[in-house]
């Protein structure tokens, strides 16, 4: 019976459905989050009676024939690149994108990595870093006699020292854009990588055409909306349900066959 493997593609795919809802969910306070959601195809198909043969010697032509599916199957997890919202922390080196971007970050690999989680730090040497300590790429080195730090709309760092009335540029946010942002490789950490789904990576500054603006003392949040997630791990739950319920169906169905006389 085909069921009984149809069905279990299908408990499958749901399967599948929950896990990325579930990291959804769970990376709900995770800065600059973006959500995911698993999309699925139908499996091939067996022609009992292909539709558009001959059905005589006059030239009658069978208009739909039968078909019988074989399953499901995961075709692609995607990523939704929404603007999530942004709150405020008053940190000097918090900053968010409002609008397209990503902040660029050199890995230890020697590879560039991109990211839009702001929530940056300095090094003991200065120098703007991620959480992991890895580098911003054009945010220059903060002296250590700096008594206050400005990081405008356009990305620039801006400085003013002890004992100086002129306010110093240290550097400025190297920001990138990707003709298929969803397409890029996450790394985790918040960090993603370029690909050849992504496209190569267009460099820029902040508040040119296309780029978006840097908001200092601000941290964009996870775009994930805790009540679709729910209400879509409720679906998914009922529909793995209703595929093991056409397995039992289809044991009931060879339990009987096999006890005839």
């Given at each position: ?35 995911q ?12 009676r292909?539709?558009g ?13 039968v ?5 499901v ?8 690149m ?24 050199e ?40 008594v ?23 550097g ?23 690909n ?10 902040a ?19 805790t ?19 056409v397995i ?14």
């Amino acid at each position: 019976m085909r069921s009984l493997n149809i069905a279990a593609t299908g408990m499958l795919a749901q399967q599948l459905n929950v896990e990325v809802i579930s990291n959804n969910i769970a990376n709900m306070n995770t800065t600059a989050y973006k959500r995911q959601r698993a999309e699925f195809q139908d499996l091939l198909y067996q022609s009992q009676r292909r539709a558009g043969a001959t059905s005589s010697d006059t030239g009658t032509v069978v208009p739909a024939g039968v078909q019988v599916g074989l399953g499901v199957k995961a075709a692609a997890v995607y990523r939704i690149m929404e603007q999530g919202n942004l709150t405020s922390t008053n940190n000097t080196l918090d900053v968010a994108l409002q609008g397209k971007g990503f902040f660029q970050i050199e890995l230890p690999s020697g590879e560039t990595g991109y990211t839009r989680a702001g929530s940056f730090q300095l090094s003991a040497e200065g120098k703007i870093v991620t959480a992991d300590g890895f580098t911003v790429k054009g945010a220059g080195t903060i002296p250590k006699d700096a008594v206050d730090v400005t990081i405008n709309a356009n990305g620039e760092v801006l400085v003013k020292q002890s004992g100086q009335s002129t306010i110093n540029r240290v550097g400025q946010f190297e920001l990138a854009l990707f003709a298929n942002e969803a397409g890029m490789q996450a790394l985790g950490d918040n960090n993603f990588l370029q690909n050849a789904a992504s496209g190569e990576a267009v460099t820029g500054v902040a508040g040119k055409t296309g780029f978006g603006t840097v908001l200092q003392g601000f941290l964009e949040t996870s775009n994930v909306n805790t009540v679709a997630e729910i209400t879509n791990m409720i679906s998914a739950q009922r529909a793995y349900e209703m595929n093991s319920k056409v397995i039992q169906a289809s044991d009931e169905m060879l339990n009987t066959m096999t006890r005839l006389r």
